[in-house]
């Protein structure tokens, strides 16, 4: 592509939704590759909330020092629900515009990219959506940085659980992170050898549960570990354990980790993909590109349009029951 007088001479860059691990390695990538391009980096501290109460400040190299390695988020991050309004955006677009900001790079989930995309259509700022999130539940793109951190962090946990589990020879609910997907859930079952996973989409099949618990205690097992995707509310797993208790007559142990899940330091991957992302999203602002996401799909990055990364998808990274299933006999 060519490039013009009409490159970019100057970037914004915020985090929004829920912190991943990995969003400062590429909050990092993005201020050293737009740095590289003599390209001016202004952090937006708080997400929409911090770009609307003008909370921005000037990065330089020294400031991402030494974050590669650090969970959460250097720039800090908000849930902002008013942004869904027309008249808030309009005073974000006139913040950015006072201040010269001349494209925004925005690290985030699906609900964070559509108020990009509104600031894109109803403004025209150039904007790069980098998809951070745990759930891995981004449309467009088949990973999101931190999901392999939260899947580690997960393992780890149901690790320790399985040990007590079987010096008491109990069953556990263990549930983990993920809203509406049950992406987390199908690799932490996968990797734990867990017994049975509920998953966030379907009706929780008591009966099945049972089944496999019996099974597994007949054959001489000492402990059962059920991983429950939280769903649309987390906790569903203390409702799981009553009926089981009511219904069933069976006892478990229940643990929700929480947003253990989102902390800590990010794993290899997770690091690669920021690092990469983060280079590519300001490359593209540079190249001209608007209203794209750098996106990996089969493999590879690519920028898809964000048109395409708006909605939230609750299928699950390729994994299915059925190997779970196979293997948990
Ligand atoms: O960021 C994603 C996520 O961790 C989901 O897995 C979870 O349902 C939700 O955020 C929790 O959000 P909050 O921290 O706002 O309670």
């Not at 737009?34 to 770009?51: C, E, F, N, Q, T």
């Not at 906790?235 to 947003?259: A, F, N, P, R, T």
């Not at 989102?262 to 593209?284: F, I, K, N």
Request: hydrophobic share 40%; charged share 20%; proline share 2%.
């Amino acid at each position: 592509m060519t490039l013009t007088d009409n490159t970019i001479k100057t970037l914004g860059v915020l985090c929004s939704g829920g912190d991943s691990p990995g969003m400062n390695a590429a909050v990092r990538s993005v201020v050293r590759s737009a740095i590289g391009l003599d390209i001016d980096v202004y952090g937006i501290y708080r997400g929409y909330s911090g770009l609307l109460e003008g909370n921005i400040q000037k990065l330089g190299l020294p400031s991402v020092s030494n974050i590669i390695q650090r969970g959460g988020t250097i720039l800090d991050t908000s849930r902002c629900l008013e942004f869904h309004k027309p008249e808030i955006r309009q005073e974000a677009a006139h913040i950015l515009f006072r201040k010269n900001i001349e494209g925004l790079i925005v690290i985030g989930g699906n609900g964070s990219f559509s108020g990009a995309m509104e600031l894109h259509r109803e403004h025209g700022i150039p904007v790069i959506g980098i998809p951070g999130t745990i759930d891995n539940d981004i449309s467009g793109t088949d990973y999101t940085i931190g999901f392999n951190t939260a899947v580690q962090t997960a393992i780890d946990a149901v690790d320790k659980i399985r040990d007590t589990a079987s010096a008491h020879a109990r069953t556990f609910l263990v549930e983990v992170m993920g809203h509406k997907s049950s992406s987390i859930a199908l690799q932490v079952g996968l990797c734990t050898g867990a017994e049975y996973v509920v998953l966030s989409n379907q009706e929780v099949d008591y009966q099945a549960i049972v089944n496999t618990v019996q099974k597994g205690k007949a054959r001489g097992k000492t402990s059962s570990i059920i991983i429950v995707a939280e769903g649309e509310k987390a906790g569903v797993s203390y409702q799981i354990k009553d009926v089981l208790m009511e219904q069933y007559g069976m006892c478990v142990q229940v643990c929700v980790l929480g947003h253990i899940q989102r902390g800590g330091s990010p794993t290899a991957l997770d690091r690669l993909m920021a690092s990469e992302m983060g280079y590519s999203a300001v490359h593209a602002l540079y190249q001209g590109q608007q209203a794209h996401v750098t996106a990996f799909n089969k493999g590879a990055l690519e920028m898809v349009p964000l048109t395409c990364c708006l909605e939230r998808k609750d299928e699950a990274s390729g994994l299915s029951l059925d190997l779970i299933n196979a293997l948990a006999i």
